[in-house]
């Protein structure tokens, strides 16, 4: 099955930094890769996705990248702010049929002001 | 709120127990799925139900069942509850057709157990 490995697992920086986050997947067969924020004592949410159709995507400060290739995905954050602070979670995914997202074990952001 | 409600949000108990683990689905969705989130081992896929029918299965202990009712929601049953149990149980439900494309997965804010 699909392996999906995340890192760094922690990541400090300060307030306008940017931070990075980064991916890599097993399956070739992949094709859906979606970003999720957790915050403290909440579900996580979706925040971006990317289709293996295209290679990069923004909204606002957050930008994604895939690399087919390389079988790995990255999360970019700009100009990060306190409430940034969060788990991430990359996921990876076959679309069709009853695939299930796989998910990396999260990297915890901390954006200091 | 996402729209995926879970119930109860936390529960403490002991272990050779048995706890049920409630999720109502975001409107209009017709897929649900389980995960256990704990500390080492993040974000781990329970299983799937689709419109009633279990659909694809994880990593899913033979003492954990779950089933998803005609009016769609689902319940997970953990039986005789070891420490290691302790964790976030997390729902997420998804629009899903069969054919369609990549699934948006919405996520509840979790039940979190507590096996003493």
């Known amino acids: 099955g699909e392996n999906v490995e995340q890192h760094p697992s922690t990541l400090s920086v300060q307030e306008g930094d940017s931070a990075v986050i980064k991916c890599t997947y097993s399956d070739s067969a992949s094709n859906y890769f979606p970003w999720y924020k957790q915050e403290l004592g909440k579900g996580p949410q979706l925040i971006i996705d990317i289709r293996s159709n295209v290679g990069e995507k923004k909204d606002q400060r957050i930008a994604v990248t895939l690399n087919k290739t390389a079988k790995h995905f990255s999360l970019h954050i700009t100009e990060t702010q306190p409430e940034d602070s969060a788990v991430y979670f990359c996921a990876a995914s076959k679309s069709g049929g009853y695939s299930t997202l796989t998910f990396g074990k999260g990297t915890m952001l901390l954006v200091s002001p | 709120d996402s729209g995926v409600t879970q119930t109860p949000k936390h529960l403490i108990t002991a272990t050779g127990q048995r706890v049920t683990l409630r999720c109502s689905p975001r409107?209009?969705?017709?897929?649900v799925y389980w995960y256990q989130q704990s500390l080492d081992q993040g974000l781990q896929f329970l299983i799937q139900?689709?419109?009633?029918?279990?659909?694809a299965k994880g990593n899913i202990l033979e003492r954990f069942s779950a089933q998803q009712f005609p009016d769609l929601h689902s319940e997970l049953n953990l039986s005789s509850l070891e420490l290691g149990d302790s964790a976030l149980y997390f729902c997420?439900?998804?629009?899903?057709?069969?054919?369609?494309?990549?699934?948006?997965?919405?996520f509840g804010a979790g039940s979190r157990l507590t096996v003493l």
């Open positions: 997420a439900s998804s629009v899903r057709t069969v054919g369609s494309g990549a699934n948006v997965l919405t």
């Open positions: 409107s209009g969705d017709l897929s």
């Open positions: 139900y689709y419109n009633g029918e279990e659909r």
